[in-house]
């Protein structure tokens, strides 16, 4: 074997995804994540396919990474015992929070609870000005108190988050010298570094959220590296973050609050590499694993990009009862819904289908594990929508008897029906809750669905794919190789980026732009600090943006600047009201005349480029193509099970039929048609609509 095999592993909240590329092959394995010890099945599927292939440990030139555990922490409330230490008088902070109802007339609403307790949160007597001035001194019996308390709680992670510090932090910087001095074995968090933005709730809240899950993420972080170490492996870990770009080691370590959306981002960045390379300009990311579905539009190429997010949810999964953080992240809605969904009848007598889910322990009943609740993989195994002895590449032998069983107790009998109509049922609901959560993301961003490309990976997702574009007004559907292991695949395209962020608030029409490009130049060093090393002398690609709003206005919108024009100290007011200017008018088509605009942070981006997409070589046709004509007893499957490899390029099949292969099977109904393209991708196409 030739060197230059890249390793990359996706850890879902049901699924650990392996994929190797190199050679033009694509070999891919799917193991049930182990949530006690996840390098467990980290390490196992990749034993597995190394054994498989003959690839030899020392062949791997680079391994990336992308994981759900930062989430999963702030979700099951699993992180470290944090505290907190702020300026006196903002203890409460937390609990504040913006003082509005994400709910106005429920009564029972609750607000999130807090990742560190009021016991928890401790303060120290000290002020800096919104201008970074020291209003009043930071005295050592502050800090040696602090240290004291911090000492008695036992606390593994301190957060340090000072009024002001984004613009001054030399005050955050005293305590963590004395805290690192005085308990060297605690991680410590600095606002200024974290999130070093104005909106003291949101800096705050991203730097706790960041102390929580440091100590589990560097802790697993440096056992994986060391795991894969000793398995031969000593090509550099990546990491995949939020943002869509990859980043150390070393840095994921200090910034686990970056890596809560790592795993999606990769099949974001997925299905922007497939909508380049098929000249697509309107394309909608539909990825469905077997805990959560996330939904991502992306417009010529280019997912859309945001600094603002919020992790877990916790009441209706509605906007606002969650965990706010900022951080680079690729915008995508991301719901309940996956193949370990549980579905049941509420008491009003109608069916719903999650948020919660089975995830792989116990699992779907199906499975035979000790799951005892019916899911949405079990509906289509009783629909017959997925074959017993092929499920996750043959790892999995699925058991229908005991699905229908559960559909027929817990569903069909308390809505007096047959176990058929129940599990379509199931079907229908968690396509439905997808297709809401589709049309108000796109209704958010004002963007139509209808005439966009549907580009559907994920283990789930295309058994759903062609019933959830038909209700959303979409005629094509595009299955990509080895879409099972989307996500993964997607980490082999991504970039090295960091972006950094730097808080400085001022009135466009008052400006004085002459300290801008030194600020400019600062958050370049920075930045290339990060990701220099990972492009070893390869060129990088630099992005700057300022955060600019009209004065009265609550919310800014991100205005794209020239590099080049700051790097030479010209960057002035002109250049910075036009780029507002046509922001502004792209997104609301309207500019307002005569108001005043104003700028509150900047952030500068680095990115290598993108990694070669992995296409590997087509495979010839399998020896039985057709495994049969009719693949269960059942009235929705009377269709024929077809090899994905069997399907060369200009073939086309007439649904209904099912077409199979290790990580998922694509469901094609009646109406529609499927061919292979050019670069092995199914093409779904709605001949209704067409026609």
């Known amino acids: 074997m030739t060197e230059g095999f890249r390793l990359a592993v996706d850890i879902g909240g049901t699924f650990t995804d392996v994929v190797l590329a190199g050679n033009r092959q694509l070999h891919t394995a799917k193991l049930l994540t182990t949530h006690a010890q996840p390098a467990v099945a980290v390490m196992q599927g990749i034993r597995d396919i190394l054994a498989s292939t003959g690839v030899q440990p020392e062949n791997i030139s680079v391994m990336l990474h992308g994981t759900t555990l930062a989430t999963n922490a702030l979700i099951e409330r699993k992180g470290a015992k944090t505290v907190l230490i702020t300026t006196r008088g903002h203890r409460d902070v937390l ?167 790592s795993g999606p981002a990769g099949g974001a960045m997925l299905a922007s590499a497939l909508a380049r390379r098929s000249g697509l300009n309107r394309v909608l990311a539909f990825d469905m694993g077997g805990t959560t579905a996330k939904l991502t539009l992306i417009d010529n190429a280019e997912p859309e990009w945001s600094r603002a997010f919020e992790v877990a949810r916790a009441w209706k999964f509605r906007k606002g009862s969650g965990i706010p953080v900022r951080i680079p992240v690729l915008e995508m809605v991301e719901i309940g819904a996956g193949g370990g969904s549980v579905a049941s009848v509420d008491a009003l007598g109608r069916l719903q289908v999650g948020p919660g889910s089975v995830g792989s322990e116990p699992g779907p009943v199906a499975y035979g594990r000790g799951g005892n609740l019916a899911t949405v993989t079990d509906a289509d ?208 088509g309207r500019l307002i005349p005569e108001q005043r605009i104003e700028v509150l942070s900047f952030t500068y981006s680095l990115s290598g480029a993108a990694m070669a997409f992995p296409d590997p070589l087509p495979e010839g046709p399998t020896k039985n193509p057709a495994l049969s004509r009719s693949g269960a007893q059942h009235t929705e499957t009377e269709a024929g099970w077809f090899e994905r490899t069997a399907l060369q390029a200009g073939h086309t099949l007439a649904g209904p039929v099912r077409v199979i292969e290790d990580q998922t099977t694509t469901v094609v109904p009646s109406g529609w048609t499927v061919s292979t393209d050019p670069f092995g991708q199914l093409i779904l196409v709605d001949t209704h609509m067409q026609g």
Not at 177 to 200: D, H, M, N, T
């Open 381 to 588: 195994l009783v629909l017959g929508r997925l074959r017993p002895d092929r499920f996750a590449g043959g790892k999995l032998v699925l058991d229908r008897d005991k699905s229908a069983h559960v559909i027929r107790r817990d569903i069909a009998a308390v809505l007096q029906v047959d176990e058929i109509i129940a599990a379509a049922g199931i079907a229908d609901t968690v396509t439905e809750n997808m297709a809401s959560a589709a049309r108000n993301h796109a209704g958010e961003w004002g963007r139509d669905l209808a005439g966009r490309t549907l580009i559907a990976f994920g283990g789930s997702a295309p058994l759903h794919a062609a019933e959830l574009a038909r209700r959303l007004g979409i005629d094509r559907v595009i299955v990509p190789l080895s879409a099972g292991v989307g996500s993964a695949v997607g980490f082999l395209v991504a970039p090295a980026a960091f972006e950094v962020v730097r808080s400085r608030h001022f009135f466009v029409d008052e400006a004085d732009t002459q300290n801008l490009p030194a600020l400019i130049t600062d958050m370049h060093i920075e930045a290339e600090a990060v990701i220099g090393p990972l492009l070893k002398g390869k060129s990088s690609r630099a992005t700057l943006r300022a955060w600019m709003r009209y004065v009265g206005q609550g919310h800014e919108i991100p205005v794209s600047l020239p590099t080049e024009e700051t790097a030479r100290g010209v960057l002035s007011v002109a250049v910075l009201g036009d780029a507002f200017d046509r922001a502004y008018g792209a997104i609301y």
């Open 95 to 261: 609990e504040i929070g913006l003082e509005n109802r994400f709910d106005q007339y429920d009564i029972f609403m609750q607000r999130p609870m807090p990742l560190v307790s009021r016991a928890h949160r401790f303060t120290v007597l000290e002020r800096m000005s919104a201008r970074g001035d020291v209003l009043r001194p930071l005295a050592d019996d502050q800090i040696s108190r602090v240290i004291a308390e911090v000492r008695a709680s036992g606390a593994e992670s301190v957060a340090i988050g000072l009024l002001h510090a984004w613009i001054n932090p030399v005050h955050e910087e005293r305590i963590e010298a004395a805290l690192v001095k005085a308990l060297p074995e605690i991680l410590v968090s600095l606002s200024s570094r974290v999130c070093p933005e104005i909106r003291e709730y949101e800096r705050l809240s991203t730097t706790v959220a960041n102390a929580y899950v440091q100590p589990l993420m560097s802790s697993y972080l440096e056992d994986l590296q060391q795991a894969i170490i000793a398995a031969g492996i000593t090509a550099p870990l990546l990491i995949m973050t939020s943002g869509g770009g990859l980043t150390s080691v070393a840095t994921a370590s200090r910034f686990p609050v970056r890596l809560v959306e």
